[in-house]
């Protein structure tokens, strides 16, 4: 069992004994906040090949209860945490079971684009918002009315790098993808922008997402010469992916490796040693963002989670919890479903990966996208920024 795993489950256990303890023997005047509460199920993989996710994501919702308090707006919020290994099945009973026998006023979480999509009809029959911190395919937030969403949308990077990439001298690129529906709006997204760009795509690989071998389909990008090849794995699979570049000997080809920030995440970054050095990616948050805001974030939360790096699903997860509680602020404490939702629709705050908004429409994120370049500082690997693209929306509903 990895160390990761063991501190996301040393977590969960502790923000159960609280619970406990708050159903429990409590004097009277914290019984009554806790009849005031404003519950919130977390559903994310514990357990299983995407734990990592969970482990960064719960520990960032932790930070901003950490740094703001358990109570707003006269409420006090209770985390209910859930492991749902990563199954869409798992998901939606849980989600299902949270709703009618568990209270909650909010769902959150949703590690995977179909973990999102199968909760999605229970939250809209439940009318109870579901804040997704993680889960990235663009017509997430489509699903159901009371969806908004505080990660990413692939299309913001992937769109970004493909015109980073034309307009920065390549000419040529392969994309390499996992086999899924975020994978494959990735590649879209960055051939769309790359083409435009005047640059051609010679070849587009899809990788399996269940035991994916990237071998085979590096040597056919080996095979394929191009300047650049553009990756898109889950976050959590990277350091995989870059262990079996460097097997090939692709990190020494002259092949420029570039792609989103999951390729380079940052709970993994250091571990992967200086074959990630040079990576070009675009992201919505690095641990090295430079603000002061975001140096006050990243030494907490390494302090509370034994040296662990934040990375963008950390980030999410924070201000997950931030768009709950700006919300609480905004209805006065009504936890009611569908004025929650409207509170959400249009907040904007400034979060450790910069200024963010929620788009009133779309309900998705409005964020800035960071173009970085890996490079080593104080002997450790970071992800720099090298130029911003301000105020991103996302570009498949823009399109639309």
Do not use: C
Not at 326 to 343: M, Q, R
């Amino acid at each position: 069992m990895t160390m990761t795993r063991l501190r996301f489950m040393a977590l969960a256990a502790s923000l159960s004994l609280g619970v406990a303890l708050a159903a429990g023997g409590l004097p009277q005047s914290a019984a009554a906040a806790a009849d005031r509460a404003v519950k919130i199920g977390l559903i994310l993989p514990i357990t299983g090949p995407f734990a990592s996710t969970g482990a960064e994501e719960l520990a960032g919702v932790k930070q901003y209860m950490a740094d703001h308090g358990k109570t707003v707006a006269g409420r006090t919020i209770e985390l209910v945490v859930k492991d749902d290994t990563g199954s869409p099945n798992e998901t939606k009973r849980i989600a299902q079971e949270l709703v009618t026998s568990g209270g909650v006023n909010v769902l959150m979480g949703f590690g995977l684009t179909p973990l999102a999509f199968a909760t999605a009809p229970i939250a809209t029959q439940a009318k109870v918002p579901m804040v997704v911190t993680a889960a990235a395919t663009s017509s997430v937030t489509e699903k159901s009315p009371y969806i908004v969403r505080t990660s990413f949308v692939t299309p913001q990077g992937a769109y970004t790098m493909g015109d980073w990439a034309a307009k920065n001298g390549m000419k040529s690129a392969v994309t390499l993808v996992t086999d899924y529906a975020p994978g494959i709006e990735e590649q879209d997204w960055f051939v769309k922008a790359f083409e435009t760009g005047g640059g051609k795509v010679v070849e587009q690989l899809k990788v399996p997402l269940k035991n994916p071998d990237f071998a085979p389909f590096l040597q056919r990008v080996a095979d394929d010469k191009p300047d650049a090849v553009f990756v898109f794995v889950p976050a959590g699979v990277g350091a995989q992916f870059m262990k079996q570049f460097r097997e090939r000997g692709l990190d020494k080809s002259g092949i420029r490796l570039i792609g989103t920030g999951d390729i380079v995440d940052d709970q993994f970054l250091n571990s992967m040693g200086d074959v990630a050095l040079g990576v070009v990616t675009a992201r919505d948050y690095t641990a090295a963002h430079d603000s002061e805001i975001n140096r006050k974030f990243v030494k907490a939360f390494e302090a509370a989670n034994d040296g662990m790096r934040p990375n963008f699903m950390a980030v999410g997860g924070y201000d997950g919890m931030a768009l709950v509680y700006h919300a609480l602020e905004k209805t006065k404490g009504d936890a009611s479903g569908p004025k929650l939702i409207e509170a959400m629709k249009g907040l904007s705050w400034e979060s450790p990966r910069g200024p963010i908004s929620i788009d009133p429409k779309t309900r998705d994120i409005v964020q800035n996208i960071y173009i970085n370049k890996v490079e080593k500082k104080d002997g450790q690997l970071y992800s720099v920024t090298m130029d911003t693209v301000k105020a991103v929306k996302d570009p498949a509903k823009a399109a639309k």
